[in-house]
């Protein structure tokens, strides 16, 4: 497995599958074109308006679910061309809001007040789109 990173300014749907195909290309021309690719670590931060250090790819809770219902589908139509291991989300819960850097906004659920679980719009996005394209 491979390690295919996302961490490039602005990162949309379509530039997180440029980054795959990207890294596919750099595969064939090592001669690991026959190696499966892990996504790992994939994330959107939900810290648009609230984190300070940012990367320039905040956005907000229900911007964060949106994109993961375009980039899943998006990825397991390419998943045995580019022979993908599997996607794997950066973190499922972040801390409590309030946090300065914007990876404390990357969870799919994150910490509410009194140390309670709230689930983000990320988190029925994830399980809804998952369940859509693993149903036979």
């Known amino acids: 497995k491979r390690h295919a990173a996302t961490r490039a300014r602005n990162v949309r749907v379509s530039n997180v599958l440029k980054i795959v195909r990207l890294a596919r290309s750099t595969m064939k021309r090592a001669g ?3 190696s499966s690719l892990g996504i790992t670590e994939m994330s959107w931060s939900s810290g648009k308006g609230r984190s300070h250090f940012n ?3 905040e956005t907000s809770e229900a911007g964060q679910a949106q994109r993961i219902r375009q980039v899943l589908p998006a990825l ?5 061309a580019w022979r ?3 996607v794997w989300w950066y ?5 409590s809001l309030g946090g300065n850097d914007s990876f404390d906004y990357a969870g799919l659920r994150r910490m509410g007040s ?7 719009p990320a988190l029925r996005a994830w399980r809804s789109t998952v369940a859509r394209l693993t149903r036979r």
Not at 76 to 80: D, P
Not at 114 to 119: E, L
């Open 55 to 57: 990367y320039g790819w």
């Open 32 to 34: 690991d074109a026959s």
């Open 84 to 86: 993908l291991a599997g």
């Open 76 to 80: 397991a139509r390419e998943r045995r």
């Open 91 to 95: 973190t499922w819960l972040s801390r």
């Open 114 to 120: 009194g140390g309670h679980v709230v689930d983000k």
